[in-house]
């Protein structure tokens, strides 16, 4: 069993910024690629970003390119979402998860491929 819990969302202003965290708990955190998904209002969820389990390949959604960046700190057994530039469009619950993998440097991009998933968390963005 692997525990996910998310902090740091909140409200915010267009163009502002939020440093969503995901501290893990129970097995081992790097055996897991992890991701963070997205649920927006009458919306299905999304796939966000994920960040392989040694860290060293990430991959993100069209949408949040060259505004988000997803990091892990193995030692804390947490996993980052920054969040720059802020649109109306990224309000959502944003859930992390933990998807296990064989490879470290594998990558996954589908809900069915993850195993555990924490609580979710709010972000608002005002316009």
Do not use: H
Not at 62 to 74: E, L, P, Q, Y
Request: hydrophobic share 35%; glycine share 10%; net charge positive.
């Amino acid at each position: 069993q692997v525990q996910l819990v998310e902090s740091g969302g909140g409200l915010v202003q267009a163009g502002g910024s939020l440093r969503l965290s995901c501290a893990a708990s129970g097995r081992s955190f790097t055996n897991y690629a992890m991701g963070w998904f997205r649920r927006a209002p009458g919306k299905e969820r999304e796939f966000v970003a994920v960040i392989s389990r040694n860290g060293y390949n990430t991959y993100y959604t069209d949408a949040v390119k060259g505004r988000f960046t997803i990091s892990r700190d193995n030692a804390k057994n947490t996993v980052y979402l920054q969040m720059n530039n802020l649109k109306p469009e990224d309000a959502a619950v944003y859930f992390c998860a933990a998807g296990a993998s064989i490879s470290v440097l594998s990558i996954l991009t589908k809900a069915s491929q993850y195993n555990y998933w924490g609580q979710g968390t709010q972000v608002t963005v005002s316009s």
